[in-house]
């Protein structure tokens, strides 16, 4: 009777190690990019700010502060998630990449708050005290259309070698891109209307912080809640695992497949199958069938795919052989 777990051993060590070593350098370099670029649109922005007499612009600055911030948290965890597995870490340390994603979510979610408190305050001391707000300078509308450009052209860069690569923390920081570019949007929208439309609407500069800040709530929590689900174990969606199945039961030898379990591990997917075979078979025979599924897996699933199959002799064909 067979009854044997078989655990995934990489046969390719080498060029795997050589594959996840690209994407390193793919995912730093996008990331540099972003950096470098961030820390530029920064300083015009708290200039423009500040010069402009904006505080929409001032909230857009602080937002895309934190976009540095985030850029460190990337290249950290980044560099984290591609060692490979120890005896500390049976399974790799991919997890540390959804981590990342959960604190970049984390960091959107707290500078939404901010800036919509930011905002509020201002309108308050308007509407309720009397407070004047200036009236914002052409040179932060000007910040503004710059930062919008910038952001959006960031954001295609940055998601399309996350996608390339696999990479939700990439893909995170590109929706960090994007929701920049919302919030610079709405500034510029706000700081025109402020501008152009005369005295009774200087309030649109504030509004218009407040607007960016729901654009950035939605996006941290389209972020974060993905993540925490992974952390979570939270199987894989249910037409992957239709996947699994069918490779598996397409696989030679196979007579069935049951009690699939998978989950995410960071950029990578476990899987826990298992499956019945000719119980005539010897423990040879059958693991080099339990082998050819985990090398299908691969080729389907990714080579950094863990795989751990369970033989269980077919007790139905036994049965028809008495």
Do not use: C
């Not at 976009?67 to 340390?93: Q, T």
């Not at 407040?210 to 689900?229: C, G, H, M, R, T």
């Not at 997917?269 to 069938?289: F, G, Q, R, Y």
Request: aromatic residues 10%; hydrophobic residues 45%.
């Amino acid at each position: 009777m067979i009854n044997q777990e078989v655990n995934t051993v990489s046969k390719n060590s080498g060029s795997n190690n050589a594959e996840e070593e690209l994407r390193k350098k793919k995912i730093f370099k996008v990331t540099i990019v972003g950096a470098i670029f961030n820390t530029v649109l920064v300083i015009i922005k708290f200039l423009a700010g500040i010069f402009g007499h904006s505080a929409a612009m001032i909230a857009d600055a602080v937002h895309s502060s934190s976009d540095f911030l985030v850029d460190i948290i990337v290249l950290f965890f980044v560099n984290a998630s591609s060692k490979p597995r120890d005896e500390s870490h049976d399974y790799g340390h991919g997890k540390f990449e959804t981590l990342a994603t959960i604190i970049v979510g984390m960091i959107l979610l707290f500078v939404g708050f901010g800036i919509f408190y930011s905002g509020a305050i201002e309108i308050i001391d308007f509407l309720f005290y009397g407070r004047q707000i200036k009236s914002p300078e052409p040179i932060a509308l000007i910040a503004a259309i710059i930062s919008i450009i910038t952001k959006e052209a960031l954001y295609h860069y940055t998601v399309a070698v996350g996608k390339n690569v696999n990479s939700s923390v990439v893909i995170a920081n590109a929706w960090h891109h994007r929701s920049d570019a919302f919030s610079s949007i709405g500034t510029a929208l706000g700081i025109g209307g402020a501008i152009y439309l005369g005295d009774n609407w200087h309030l649109l500069d504030p509004l218009a912080a407040i607007v960016v800040s729901f654009f950035i709530i939605y996006v941290s929590f389209k972020l974060f809640v993905p993540a925490i689900n992974d952390l979570l174990e939270k199987s894989l969606p249910k037409e992957i695992e239709e996947e699994i199945i069918k490779v598996a039961k397409e696989t030679e030898g196979v007579h069935d497949a049951y009690n699939l379990l998978t989950r995410n591990i960071g950029h990578n997917i476990s899987i826990e199958i298992h499956i019945s075979v000719d119980p005539t078979l010897n423990i040879s025979e059958a693991h080099k069938i339990a082998y050819n599924l985990k090398d299908r897996f691969r080729e389907h699933f990714g080579d950094q795919t863990h795989a751990a199959v369970h033989l269980q002799p077919d007790e139905s064909n036994v049965r028809l052989q008495e």
